[in-house]
């Protein structure tokens, strides 16, 4: 029909493009994402969007009005036109502005948050300046209700991150606000529960809501126009009749004119795009050169020694662990997480570091660690080498540290989440300790024997299987009796003396268990020399005949000498 007309001026043939044009902007904008955005850009681009920015913006706001979950999408189509156009993002944002404030007099909640979430992702976008975000939450929050916070905390979820960077003192200021709705009590639980979500993900600095997406970061930040329009500007206009279809007297020149602006941008990117390629293809020469250089040298091989994949792994834990409402669902929510093998130490590691951190001891790390010991034995022998670690570096800890790693280790081996063979590294003697080891050693005890009680405690203790008494035999020396005499202070002093009774009897009937030891080497040594005397009979003998001859011949020169001398 618009071939067969000859006049390119009259107003049936401006019709007829007018409709053409409202159709075909309908249909790109409808079928916008996050694949094709790229392509819609530059087809909608081609179409006269000076002429169509009413149909434009109107369509704009149905689509993402019937599509709440592609308003990121729509945001980055504007954010791209509105380099080109800044009259288009203007007058988007300026009929987004006025939608809020007639769906806030009707209190038009899903409107509402329709509204504010394509608002918050064009501030995202820096289309719409950050002041408007912070008009709009402070606006939400003046006379709160649960309809009111419930937008608020939808529009900080999406614009969170954002505020958080670009305006760090008013965004505190709105959680400070935040926080005193949560004190007075005056709203339903439900909307309370959404507060503390806000918090807890404010705490995780918004992690699962980046402010944009890589695939929809198309403008530079030096390019973008942002509109400085405040939500309580009284003179906006909307600019209604651009959505209405009004013959142009000028129509052959503004489109020639629109043909040349077009013919400027597009011809701009396809010459970037040129420019790209020939510069892919020359790097990808010199990355197929550095390649094989690298095959023809594998010394060359690139090696990440920073550990990033690490530490984002104990990030990831550390959140987990202090977002949880409780151990069950801190549980949860970390057996999900996919461990390569050898890296299940690491989850024991943050959380003994967790529970260190924390200025008093909280049952709810000891739960955690019980539940995963429990659940898998991996986690029982890595605790194990975390309680070696701890024990031996002991010294280098603060009180408070020291005091809450040894309730955390007491609770594990009184719910027997943690075998008793852990003891083995405890070596009780003066030399073998330090004034920090035996403050650990003091809580340890002092915290088993509240789990336990004192009897069910040293019924444990002295049990007579062989492999008990190995664990304990560090704590409970015999092998001398100074080191079993400083066991035996050492546990009287703290209170649990009742624990050395055994060791009392055996330092009692050591002389005893001494003397009987030593009888049997005397008995011994009796009969060998029994034995010696019996083989050496003949010739104790035969030295009596000699000695008793040479007594004779003595006697008789006596004789002698008496006669001469008379």
């Not at 709105?174 to 993900?201: C, N, P, S, T, W």
């Not at 004192?454 to 020396?477: A, H, S, W, Y």
């Amino acid at each position: 029909m618009m071939r067969d007309v000859k006049d390119k001026t009259s107003v049936e043939y401006q019709r007829m493009a007018w409709d053409a044009l409202r159709k075909s902007i309908n249909g790109l904008v409808n079928k916008v994402n996050t694949s094709n955005i790229r392509n819609i850009l530059k087809e909608l681009i081609a179409e006269n969007l000076i002429r169509g920015r009413g149909l434009f913006a109107r369509s704009c706001m149905k689509s993402q009005m019937a599509s709440p979950a592609f308003t990121h999408v729509f945001a980055g189509l504007v954010a791209v036109i509105n380099t080109k156009f800044p009259a288009l993002g203007g007058l988007l944002l300026t009929r987004i502005i006025l939608q809020f404030r007639r769906a806030f007099k009707r209190n038009d909640k899903p409107v509402l948050l329709a509204v504010t979430k394509f608002l918050a992702h064009l501030v995202n976008q820096r289309v719409a300046h950050e002041v408007i975000a912070l008009e709009l939450l402070m606006l939400l929050l003046e006379n709160p209700t649960d309809d009111s916070i419930e937008v608020a905390v939808g529009f900080l979820k999406e614009c969170g991150a954002y505020l958080l960077e670009i305006s760090p003192k008013c965004f505190q200021m709105i959680f400070d606000r935040f926080r005193a709705v949560l004190h007075e009590g005056e709203i339903d639980k439900r909307v309370q529960f959404m507060i503390e979500g806000v918090f807890a993900l404010r705490k995780s600095n918004f992690q699962g809501h980046p402010a944009i997406i890589s695939e929809l970061d198309l403008v530079e930040e030096g390019d973008q126009e942002t509109h400085q329009i405040s939500l309580l500007d009284k003179d906006l206009d909307p600019e209604s009749r651009l959505d209405i279809f009004a013959p142009d007297p000028d129509y052959l020149e503004n489109e020639k004119k629109y043909e040349t602006i077009k013919n400027s941008i597009l011809g701009d990117e396809k010459e970037e795009k040129d420019g790209s390629a020939s510069g892919s293809e020359e790097e990808d020469d010199e990355d197929e050169g550095e390649e094989e250089e690298d095959e023809d040298d594998p010394s060359q091989s690139i090696q990440d020694l920073t550990e990033t994949n690490l530490v984002n792994l104990r990030r990831t834990i550390y959140l987990t662990i202090m977002s949880s409402v409780d151990f069950e669902e801190a549980g949860h929510k970390l057996l999900k997480i996919k461990l390569e093998p050898g890296q299940e130490k690491e989850l024991c590691i943050m959380l003994l570091e967790c529970c260190s951190q924390e200025r008093t001891y909280l049952r709810y790390y000891g739960l955690l660690g019980q539940r995963f010991c429990m659940i898998n034995q991996v986690f029982q022998q890595h605790f194990d080498e975390c309680f070696l670690g701890q024990y031996t570096t002991i010294h280098r800890l603060e009180t408070n540290k020291l005091r809450n790693v040894a309730k955390f280790f007491a609770h594990l081996l009184g719910t027997d989440a943690l075998p008793w063979t852990t003891l083995e590294y405890i070596n009780l003697t003066e030399e073998a300790t330090t004034s920090s080891s035996r403050i650990f050693i003091k809580i340890l005890f002092q915290e088993l024997s509240e789990h336990l009680g004192l009897q069910k405690l040293n019924e444990r203790l002295t049990d007579p299987d062989e492999q008990m008494q190995r664990n304990v035999g560090g704590i409970f020396p015999r092998d001398n009796p100074k080191n079993t005499r400083f066991a035996i202070n050492f546990f009287t002093s703290i209170g649990l003396g009742g624990l050395t009774d055994s060791l009392r009897e055996y330092l009692k009937n050591m002389p005893r268990f001494i003397m009987e030891q030593q009888k049997p080497v005397e008995s011994s040594d009796d009969e060998s020399s029994d034995s010696e005397s019996s083989l050496s009979e003949p010739s104790s003998s035969s030295s009596s005949e000699s000695e008793s001859e040479s007594d004779s011949d003595s006697s008789g020169d006596e004789r002698s000498k008496k006669r001469r001398k008379k």
